[in-house]
Every structure is written in C-alpha cells, then in structure tokens.
T-cell receptor, first 116, second 119 residues
Framework: DGGITQSPKYLFRKEGQNVTLSCEQN?????MYWYRQDPGQGLRLIYYSQIVNDFQKGDIAEGYSVSREKKESFPLTVTSAQKNPTAFYLC???????????????FGPGTRLTVL | AQKITQTQPGMFVQEKEAVTLDCTYD???????LFWYKQPSSGEMIFLIY??????QNATEGRYSLNFQKARKSANLVISASQLGDSAMYFC????????????????FGTGTRLTIIP
C-alpha cells in the first residue's frame, strides 16, 4: 500500500532538547511538506521541498530544520530554539512538477509533540 | 488580511440533512486552486474536493460539491445527506498560481469548521 508514514505518533521532549520527527513516503512524490497545527488554528507551513537536496522555508520556519537527502524521506528537527514546540505536526507530499493539475497533497497520520 | 476565512467555528446538523460549510478567500492572482480537506479525530487530513479558478463548472465528488462564486471569492463546501461519519473538522485551503509548477505547491489553510452530525 502506498502512503505516508510518520513516526513516532506521540513524542515527549524536555525543554532544551532537539528532537527529530520522521516522515517517509512511498508514493514516488517529488514534493514534501511539513505543517504545524495548534488547537483552534489551521495548518501552518514550516518547510517544503520540491526536489531532493533542495528545500524552502515556509511561514514559520524559525526553530526548525529539515533535510531532503532521499526522495522518500523528509525529516523535521525541532530545535531548542523553537520557543513553543508543543503542537501536532503533519507531513504531506504531492506529485509536484508534472503532476495532475490540482496536485492535491496527501497527508501522513501526524506526530503529537509535547514539551515537558 | 486573512487569505482563507472560515467563519463557522462549529456546526451541528441533523443526520441526513444537507450542510454548507463557508469559505471565503483573498488573492490577486488570477490563477489559483481551492481545496477542501476533512480531519477526523484521528488527525489525518483527507482530501475531499478541488476547484480551479478557471474551471467553468462547480466541482462535485460523490456527496461533496463546491459552490464556487468567483466574484464573491467564496468556495463553500456542500455535503448532501449527511452521515454520522461526516463528523470532523473541515478545512478550506488555497494554492496561488498554477499547480504542477516548481514552487507553486504551497497551501494556505483556514482555521477550520468543526461539524457534528446529530443522530
């Protein structure tokens, strides 16, 4: 079955620690995205990547870092510089260039990060 | 200014009734796309329906249809014959610029509407 996996489902972190959230897709999609969701708010874009070895900042990139060394993988690191990291994090992918005209994004099940 | 506005934080609807979820948007780009996603309590986002700014007809997908009024900049989601499984958060999102082009894949989301279907 093709899809997007995120791990872990729940993550607890102490203040001052970096933590890395995993996102893997086997849909052969070129583009991948990371969003953050807070209660009562919509999704906000953290980082996105259109192709391997390239990525761009989204609207709220401060305190986060990413890498895109493989097409299938787009891990997100939440650094100690992120002031309020407790949130629900969603990874998504889309066909990207050459895809269907509406090119919907497919989402993973999410990771809930709590800072203790 | 908000790019996507969903003014209904919550709605309660009787089972089998139709429901309309409101979405207005703001863009100066003549080329854009509008998406609706459903988020059940599990958290995963499920794509429902898409409307392109140049599409001549309103989009439909099964029980979902999109009431697209370009001049009013609104793209309301209509769910016909609601079911208990429709209870979820619903998000409207917009992509500015043409799809499938490098760098034009970003989505801007509204704050969502929590729909509860009453048996």
């Amino acid at each position: 079955d093709g899809g997007i996996t995120q791990s872990p489902k729940y993550l607890f972190r102490k203040e001052g620690q970096n933590v890395t959230l995993s996102c893997e897709q086997n849909l052969n999609h070129d583009a991948m995205y990371w969003y953050r969701q807070d209660p009562g708010q919509g999704l906000r874009l953290i980082y996105y990547s259109q192709i391997v070895n390239d990525f761009q900042k989204g609207d709220i990139a401060e305190g986060y870092s990413v890498s895109r060394e493989k097409k299938e993988s787009f891990p997100l690191t939440v650094t100690s510089a992120q002031k309020n990291p407790t949130a629900f994090y969603l990874c998504a992918s889309s066909l990207g260039q050459g895809g269907r005209i509406h090119n919907e994004q497919f989402f993973g099940p999410g990771t809930r990060l709590t800072v203790l | 200014a908000q790019k996507i506005t969903q003014t209904q934080p919550g709605m309660f609807v009787q089972e089998k009734e139709a429901v309309t979820l409101d979405c207005t948007y703001d863009t100066s780009d003549p080329s854009y796309g509008l998406f609706w996603y459903k988020q059940p309590s599990s958290g995963e986002m499920i794509f429902l329906i898409y409307q392109g700014s140049y599409d001549q007809q309103n989009a439909t997908e099964g029980r979902y249809s999109l009431n697209f009024q370009k001049a009013r900049k609104s793209a309301n989601l209509v769910i016909s014959a609601s079911q208990l499984g429709d209870s979820a958060m619903y998000f409207c999102a917009m992509r500015e610029g043409r799809g499938s082009n490098f760098g034009n894949e970003k989505l801007t989301f509204g704050t969502g509407t929590r729909l509860t279907i009453i048996p």
